[in-house]
T-cell receptor, first 115, second 115 residues
């Protein structure tokens, strides 16, 4: 049973470009959480999605950031017009249901570098 | 709002000694969960141990145990017989029981095990 898969592992973008980060949850998991980790800091919640629904996006910056989790395919975190301050590690976690978050498993993260 | 505080930015311990990593938390929710994660230099987030707020006994997982003191709002991680491979960042996190059940992380403690 494959774990949570994130790709790419490393992503370099120039300022102003778009970044697309993908997260494939574990098989049977329909809940996805995205977190951001700035250098030397803990993870900060960004958004919580179920299939085709955004449940909580209270941690998402109001502009340039969006997330989706379509019926088919991976969850996508999209950052438009990236800036240097977007450089961070982005982690995805998946869970089989809301009540079983104790079983939330993290992917290996995508390290975004904006140059 | 929930908050996690880890007051030890870095710790240095001799191999085979026991080590305690401090974590205090603040919440007004009667029900919550507390987690510890390990982040080695490779970057992935590894789940170590979980404690529910209503659990009567302290959680243990192999060499890891959680010293849960509810009245003091502390959830310290104890690693017995430390090994060189324990060198990593360690994060304490809390999960809200209501709503999105997202994790709130502390700033982390960098543990270095010396041979």
């Amino acid at each position: 049973n494959a774990g949570v898969m994130q790709n790419p592992r490393h992503l370099v973008r120039r300022r102003g470009q778009e970044a697309r980060l993908r997260c494939s949850p574990m098989k049977g998991h329909s809940h996805v959480y995205w977190y951001r980790q700035l250098p030397e800091e803990g993870l900060k919640f960004m958004v919580y999605l179920q299939k085709e629904n955004i449940i909580d996006e209270s941690g998402m910056p109001k502009e340039r950031f969006s997330a989706e989790f379509p019926k088919e395919g991976p969850s996508i975190l999209r950052i438009q017009q990236v800036v240097r301050g977007d450089s961070a590690a982005y982690f995805c976690a998946s869970s089989p249901s809301r009540d079983r978050v104790v079983e939330a498993f993290f992917g290996q993260g995508t390290r975004l570098t904006v140059v | 709002a929930q908050k996690i505080t880890q007051t030890q930015p870095g710790m240095f311990v001799q191999e085979k000694e026991a080590v305690t990593l401090d974590c205090t938390y603040d919440t007004s929710d009667p029900s919550y969960g507390l987690f510890w994660y390990k982040q080695p230099s490779s970057g992935e987030m590894i789940f170590l141990i979980y404690q529910g707020s209503y659990d009567q006994q302290n959680a243990t997982e192999g060499r890891y145990s959680l010293n849960f003191q509810k009245a003091r709002k502390s959830a310290n991680l104890v690693i017995s017989a430390s090994q060189l491979g324990d060198s990593a960042m360690y994060f304490c996190a809390m999960r809200e029981i209501q709503g999105a059940q997202k994790l709130v992380f502390g700033q982390g403690t960098r543990l270095t095990i010396n041979p």
